[in-house]
């Protein structure tokens, strides 16, 4: 799955589980960090464009390799228990955050070609076995994985519309007021527009 749909799937968990902002934002932040091993595309293709290549050996060697492994969720999970207000509640959830990643990946990060499958290293970076991968992963960008991210959206929406804190907050607790001020606002112009007149 995309970071995207990654970072809001895991805001939606973390906002129904915490109850409080630092845990929302570590419980969340601990479900996206995964995909911090796919860094080395942007390092790629600064080579790529300094040298008119088109390999992406850091990328392809290291995502899903590093950090998708038991050792980084263990660590992670322990990271942002440390940092939280209830550690207890937040180590389970990162750690489980972190496993839905894994999910998500295994069933949804295939490439173009059936033959692109994206296989998960549960003991990387300290051994490649077991391997897992599934041969009938979806595509990144395929009608199954759309459906889930507008599934999430949707359900963050109503969760920002309801609780009055959004996805943002996890970056910006003041961008995140003034996001939420203007989708009620837009929900509320929408409302008065399809309300049947009095």
Known sequence: MSPITHLVLNWVVAAKTTDNPRDCRLVTLAGLAPDLDGGGLVLDMIRNAATGGDRFPLY????????????AGVGLALLAACLAKHRWRVLVLAFAVFHLHLLCDFVGSRGPSPEDLWPIFYFGPFDKDPMWIWKDQWRLDGWQNLLISLVVFVWAIAITLREGHSVVGVFSRRFD?????????????????VAPPA
């Open 177 to 193: 007021a003034h996001f939420v001020r203007v989708l009620r606002d837009w929900m509320g112009k929408i409302r008065s527009r």
């Open 60 to 71: 392809q060697n290291y995502h899903h390799y590093l950090l998708h492994g038991l050792a």
